[in-house]
């Protein structure tokens, strides 16, 4: 075959382009090569862009012909090979394919040789055959699954499609390494105030007859009193009658001691109101309807367990510390005034759980945590009492106030801490709600009323969000479950 091209014949009788391979005795290896950067240009890609027949600076590109020694390539398709051409390759780089080149074996380190042999079209070019996806304008003969389009740059890579910049393309760029880790649904670590499914009550969601009682009507009622004395005592001084003031005081009186009658005994009401609603049944009972459940209660996805005693699988769990203070003591806050017990430390948890209706026998969530708005009633489980004529303090007392930076300094203190483990019976005022089959008691859209209770002597309460109500945790029977 007389060409300016070189060429060998096979040993079946077939003339091929190219000179014939030297054969030479090589270690197999692998390597790779670090791709170049191209920033999303094409025509920065080199090498990069002819893999898919995109046209780059001319520059950079490789002029046709047979190539004699060609510098050493290599890289992680498994071999060395110069080719006459846009160099075409694929994502598998395994396939065995045929280039009108001739193969030369360089001096980098090959795995496997390519073979030029094959037939050739009707225009005198071999037949270019690949395995795996090809891109480009030719029609080519696949072998193997077609890959997804690839980005603009026509960078192949591993592992998966993350989240980031977007290509040229507009899809998420695909960028190699090891797969990324989800995060898990469950909260690490052992602080339960970062956690979601925790709800952290503050000490306004106790009950207080001065929060309750509306701020209009009280500040009337001291207006009318000032008015009424001053009154009084302008009579009394001209006309030396004394009866308007003593109306008022004993007016005054009578109303001072009615609001000292509520403020101690506001809260035995509000819990004797609770322990007096009826309990109704879950199996009957409507979508929206108010209702008071009571049961044995089961932990949810997130027990908790008490700050100072350690209680394992509680739903609801308050440590609180209270110091007194006397005339020359130090206050526990700013709001503390002398010869009174004032709140230094609180720490209140609950979340969701389940409760067993004992009515019906259903079971029901209710829904606590995620920052639900909850009104607890919930009886101390245990009291210790601190005080500073005591030359040692206990060893679990020490190590609880050195955990949250507290300091005993001879100070008279108190620690009251309740809670509602898992098999305790519980009474829960809320609103049923049913979602696919799913029995729910949420918090009410509107705060419930207790109306005013005329043979005790005590003003309407507003109870907002889901009631609780557990007496003594520790002296009633818990039910295994």
């Not at 390759?89 to 390519?114: E, F, L, M």
């Not at 225009?123 to 699954?145: F, V, Y």
């Not at 945590?369 to 009104?375: E, I, L, M, S």
Request: hydrophobic share 35%.
């Amino acid at each position: 075959m007389g060409s300016r091209f070189p060429s060998h014949q096979l040993s079946n009788g077939l003339y091929v382009s190219g000179r014939p391979e030297q054969p030479k005795e090589r270690t197999p290896t692998m390597s790779s090569v670090a791709m170049p950067y191209t920033g999303g240009d094409i025509k920065k890609s080199g090498e990069l862009g002819k893999m898919f027949d995109i046209p780059t600076d001319g520059s950079k590109s490789r002029k046709s012909g047979p190539i004699n020694s060609a510098p050493s390539r290599t890289g992680s398709f498994g071999g060395a090979a110069s080719h006459s051409g846009p160099i075409m390759t694929n994502a598998a780089a395994r396939g065995t394919y045929t280039t009108s080149g001739p193969v030369t074996s360089g001096s980098g380190s090959a795995a496997v040789k390519k073979t030029n042999s094959g037939p050739l079209n009707k225009h005198g070019e071999p037949i270019k055959k690949s395995s795996g996806p090809q891109s480009g304008g030719m029609t080519r003969q696949n072998s193997g699954p077609i890959l997804p389009v690839l980005p603009t740059t026509g960078l192949i890579t591993s592992g998966p499609i993350s989240s980031g910049p977007l290509n040229s393309s507009g899809a998420p760029r695909k960028v190699s390494g090891p797969l990324e880790s989800m995060g898990s649904v469950k909260v690490q670590g052992s602080s339960v105030v970062n956690n979601q499914a925790v709800t952290t009550l503050s000490q306004d969601d106790e009950y207080s007859f001065r929060r309750n009682f509306p701020k209009p009507i009280l500040w009337s009622v001291i207006l009318l009193f000032i008015m009424g004395f001053i009154a009084g005592g302008f009579i009394l001084g001209a006309v030396r009658n004394a009866i308007l003031l003593i109306v008022v005081v004993i007016l005054f009186a009578a109303v001072a001691t009615l609001f000292t009658w509520n403020t101690c005994w506001g809260r035995r009401a509000v819990i004797n109101f609770i322990s007096s609603y009826p309990d109704a049944e879950l199996r009957t009972a409507k979508n929206g309807q108010l209702v008071k459940v009571s049961g044995v209660v089961t932990c949810g996805n997130v027990p908790l367990e008490s700050s100072f005693r350690k209680v394992p699988r509680c739903v609801y769990t308050s440590t609180s510390l209270y110091e007194y203070r006397g005339w020359d003591s130090k206050p526990a806050n700013s709001t503390h005034r002398r010869f009174t017990w004032g709140l230094r430390s609180s720490e209140r948890h609950v979340v969701d759980f389940y409760i067993s209706d004992f009515q019906s026998g259903l079971r029901a969530l209710v829904k606590t945590g995620y920052g639900a708005r909850v009104t607890p009633y919930v009886d101390d489980s245990f009291v210790v009492d601190v005080n500073p004529t005591n030359e040692h303090l206990s060893p679990e007392f020490a190590r609880w106030l050195g955990e949250r930076n507290l300091s005993s300094d001879d100070r008279t203190m108190r620690l009251k801490e309740g809670y509602i483990k898992e098999g305790s019976t519980v009474s829960v005022m809320g609103v049923v709600q049913r979602n696919d089959n799913v029995l729910m008691i949420v918090p009410p859209p509107e705060p419930l009323m207790t109306g005013c209770q005329w043979a005790q002597c005590i003003f309407p309460a507003n109870l907002e969000g889901i009631v609780l109500r557990c007496e003594d945790a520790s002296k009633n029977d818990v039910i295994p479950v």
